[in-house]
């Protein structure tokens, strides 16, 4: 055969296949709706930048170089000063559940020493779960420090600067983005390997023509989807417990909390993504459908669950989104164990939106099963 009735043979098969791509009412959707709904997610929801920093103010001095300070602060668009501390006790609640990423600690005599040419101290207190975004936060609050230094310097209130920040970050002292990054590697390679596996299930069985056969068995359609979810959640529970072991033998990442709090949560993580896997599967024909449909549900769950980016930068809108996310609710968990020693009793916020998505998941995954069979 001549190199010209290959090179004619390789268009034809090529047009061939865009023709029979295009015809297919799924395969269009697949090509138009999945780009345009993921440039939107990766648009407004992944952003390293911090445009609303949760802050408290605990203020230990009534003078005036404390109240100018606490002025800038909130006077800043990116910061949204939340709560007024009136005692130390009270840091350790707004840290612990997140309500708060920093507490600025102003000692009782800041504007005492600065009035009479010394340096006054501030105390930075930072949530460091999330390494990379406290290091941000620390950053943009020394720049608002550094230009409340120059106007007081301008004012000739002292030849050095005024404003001492001592930041101190907790649970992750050292602000080291590993124990982020590998804490959060857990819930995702977990939800990669339970979606993709599960989601294949009843794909498989109808692009092998095995799925007639399945149907006249003498079995209810509920006990053909429990041992289809089985499978899949073993393997995310076992691919969680490697990535656990490796974690803390390999990567030196601290387990500070409950092992039975953390397994819980992987149960509960596991059975939600198995429950969204096998909606996906109901649905699709064949298995390379099951395969784009699960990687059309991970990259936004991925981007929307606080993995690399923080869910309060997003816009109100897409942070609502985000609650439909069980990825969301077991990173909290599981950086919360590492770093927090995170028990049941901190955890009851997050266990029962899995418990709920679970449950949805799963009847829906059963009404295709059984209607979609045909």
Same mark, same amino acid.
């Given at each position: ?6 090179? =004619?043979?390789?268009?034809? +098969?090529?047009?061939?296949? =865009?023709?029979?791509?295009?015809r297919d009412?799924?395969s269009?959707?697949? &090509?138009?709706?999945p780009?345009?709904a993921? %440039?939107?997610? #990766? ?6 930048? !911090?445009?609303?920093?949760t ?8 003078? $005036? ?6 002025s ?7 910061i949204?000063?939340?709560?007024t ?22 000692h ?8 009479q040419?010394k ?6 207190? &930072?949530?460091?779960? /999330?390494? *990379?975004?406290a290091?941000i936060? !620390?950053?943009?609050t020394r720049?608002?420090i ?8 301008? /004012? ?5 600067p005024?404003?001492?920040? $001592? ?5 992750n $002292? *050292?602000?080291?983005?590993r124990? #982020? ?6 819930g995702l ?17 109808r692009?092998?023509?095995?799925f ?26 076992l691919?969680?417990s ?5 974690a803390?033998?390999?990567?030196? %990442? ?7 709090? =953390? ?14 896997? =096998?909606?996906i ?12 449909g699960?990687?059309? #549900? ?8 606080g ?5 309060? *930068? ?7 989104i985000?609650?439909l996310?069980? !990825? ?5 968990i ?11 009793n ?7 939106p ?13 009404? +295709? #099963? ?5």
């Amino acid at each position: 055969m001549s190199i010209r009735r290959h090179l =004619l043979l390789i268009i034809a +098969l090529a047009i061939k296949e =865009l023709l029979a791509l295009l015809r297919d009412k799924k395969s269009r959707m697949v &090509l138009i709706g999945p780009p345009i709904a993921q %440039l939107l997610i #990766f648009g407004y929801a992944a952003t390293f930048d !911090l445009n609303h920093i949760t802050l408290a103010v605990y203020n230990e001095d009534p003078g $005036e170089a404390s109240r100018e300070l606490i002025s800038r602060l909130s006077g800043s668009p990116n910061i949204d000063l939340l709560y007024t501390i009136q005692h130390e006790s009270e840091i350790k609640p707004l840290i612990d559940n997140q309500d708060v990423l920093m507490v600025v600690h102003i000692h009782p005599q800041f504007s005492a020493d600065i009035s009479q040419g010394k340096s006054g101290k501030v105390q930075l207190i &930072l949530d460091g779960r /999330n390494s *990379n975004t406290a290091m941000i936060a !620390l950053n943009y609050t020394r720049e608002i420090i550094l230009q409340l230094n120059q106007q007081w310097a301008k /004012n000739g209130l002292l030849h050095g600067p005024p404003v001492i920040l $001592e930041s101190r970050a907790w649970y992750n $002292e *050292n602000l080291r983005s590993r124990w #982020f990054i590998v804490s959060g590697i857990i819930g995702l390679l977990s939800l990669v390997v339970s979606l993709v596996v599960t989601a294949l299930s009843v794909a498989r069985e109808r692009e092998q023509g095995t799925f007639d056969q399945l149907l006249v068995t003498p079995v209810h359609p509920a006990f053909i989807l429990i041992g289809k979810a089985i499978p899949g959640l073993l393997i995310g529970i076992l691919e969680a417990s490697f990535i656990i072991v490796v974690a803390v033998l390999w990567f030196d %990442l601290p387990f500070r909390g409950s092992i039975g709090a =953390l397994y819980l949560g992987v149960f509960l993580f596991t059975l939600s993504s198995v429950g969204i896997g =096998l909606m996906i599967s109901s649905i699709c024909v064949t298995q390379q459908q099951a395969v784009l449909g699960a990687f059309m #549900f991970l990259v936004p769950a991925v981007i929307l669950s606080g993995f690399a980016t923080p869910i309060a *930068n997003m816009p109100d809108s897409v942070q609502l989104i985000t609650y439909l996310d069980p !990825l969301r609710y077991f990173l909290i968990i599981v950086r919360s164990v590492f770093m927090e020693a995170g028990s049941y009793n901190l955890f009851w916020p997050q266990y029962w939106p899995m418990v709920i998505i679970a449950i949805t998941t799963l009847t829906m995954a059963a009404w +295709l #099963f059984r209607h979609k069979m045909y």
